[in-house]
């Protein structure tokens, strides 16, 4: 019995077909993302230069609420990143079952945001929320009488971190994993401090993958808009909700544009964050292999 050779017409068409398969998966994604992404940043960028949209920008409002963003992501990146750290260096140290539970919860939550976080503070330590009565009745203290205000700058950090946090958990678990116990005793067996080894060990190991974890946190946070937008409106000057006021038709019709130039630099900002994100992660994914 003989085998039919295939021809090298037919050669050919298959090894075209192989190396397109991988394009032809990809393309629904790719299509997507030109629609939803690609079109609508250039839609952006058109508008951003039409009259003195950029120059508006510039102008005392707007810079204000640009760096009010910027100030509230940092914080919020610092803080998060802190307590993220300690968190899941907590929970790794424990059981298996703990480990589970925690990083369930904290895919959960990280993607748990918007109006309905807003609300949930609210209801609980708003001006009328449960916690509040609590306190005021069985205590006397009346949390609207404290310095802080779930309302100003320090109370959406707030809820910030609720979302931020387990984020930055998920984000720095495999780094710490990564980490291992024999490094630490070899470190000891050579007379090497606990100080000393974090110093030029696990400090210079898990610094990458940390302010990674922080400049995500930074970017999650300069672009959350229904949180802001439901819990304080307009008292925290934040360039978002400039943005959405743009959108709504609420500035001079010499300044149509400003909502797009605004974006825009939003887009550059987080563009330049991201690119700083990858460069240290890919430095970092060398010796968590």
Not at 107 to 133: C, E, K, Q
Not at 207 to 226: D, E, M, N, R, T
Request: aromatic share 8%; charged share 10%.
């Amino acid at each position: 019995m003989t085998t039919a050779v295939p021809t090298p017409r037919v050669r050919s068409l298959a090894d075209r077909a192989r190396r397109c398969g991988p394009w032809l998966a990809v393309a629904p994604f790719l299509i997507v993302m030109v629609i939803g992404l690609v079109l609508p940043v250039l839609a952006l960028a058109a508008g951003a230069f039409e009259g003195d949209a950029i120059k508006s920008s510039f102008s005392s409002g707007y810079r204000t609420a640009f760096w009010g963003s910027v100030k509230l992501s940092v914080v919020c990146a610092v803080l998060g990143a802190v307590a993220g750290v300690l968190v899941a260096r907590a929970v790794l140290s424990g059981g298996a079952l703990l480990r589970r539970l925690v990083l369930t919860a904290s895919g959960v939550l990280a993607n748990f945001g918007g109006v309905p976080l807003a609300f949930m503070f609210i209801a609980t330590i708003g001006n009328a929320g449960i916690v509040t009565s609590l306190l005021h009745d069985w205590t006397g203290f009346d949390l609207g009488d404290s310095p802080f205000s779930l309302y100003q700058f320090g109370g959406l950090a707030v809820v910030y971190l609720y979302f931020l946090v387990p984020l930055m958990v998920i984000v720095i678990a495999p780094a710490l994993d990564g980490v291992r116990a024999e490094w630490s005793e070899a470190a000891q067996n050579l007379g090497a401090t606990r100080a000393q080894y974090w110093r030029h060990v696990g400090g210079p190991l898990l610094a990458p993958p940390i302010a990674a974890g922080a400049l995500l946190l930074f970017c999650g946070s300069l672009s959350a808009f229904a949180t802001a937008q439901a819990m304080v409106g307009g008292t925290v000057p934040l360039v978002t909700l400039q943005i959405a006021n743009a959108l709504s038709g609420n500035v001079s019709p010499d300044n149509a544009g400003v909502g797009a130039a605004l974006a825009i630099e939003m887009i550059i900002l987080v563009a330049v964050v991201m690119a700083a994100y990858w460069t240290i992660e890919r430095r970092t994914a060398r010796w968590l292999r």
